[in-house]
C-alpha cells in the first residue's frame, strides 16, 4: 500500500469518527450546554459539520480506491 492511499483512509477515518462525535452531540448530548466565551453554542452547526465531515469521509475513501 503506498503512502498516499494510507494517509487518504487514516483522513477518511478520522473525519469519520468527528462526524459520529457530532452526531452524538445531536442525538444523545443535546441537552448538555455548550458554552464558548460566554456565549450558548446552538445545535445546528454540530448538523452542518457531520453532513461535511461525512462528505469528507467519504470521499476520502472513495478516492482511496480508485485505479491509478
Keep these: 500500500m503506498s503512502p498516499q492511499i494510507l494517509a487518504l ?40 459539520a457531520g453532513i461535511l465531515l461525512a462528505a469528507l469521509s467519504v470521499w476520502m475513501w472513495k478516492v482511496s480506491y480508485e485505479p491509478r
Design 9 to 48: 483512509r487514516v483522513a477518511g477515518t478520522v473525519f469519520g469518527l468527528m462526524c459520529l462525535a457530532q452526531l452524538a452531540r445531536l442525538l444523545i448530548f443535546s441537552r448538555v450546554d455548550v458554552v464558548v466565551a460566554g456565549h450558548h453554542l446552538p445545535l445546528w452547526p454540530s448538523a452542518l
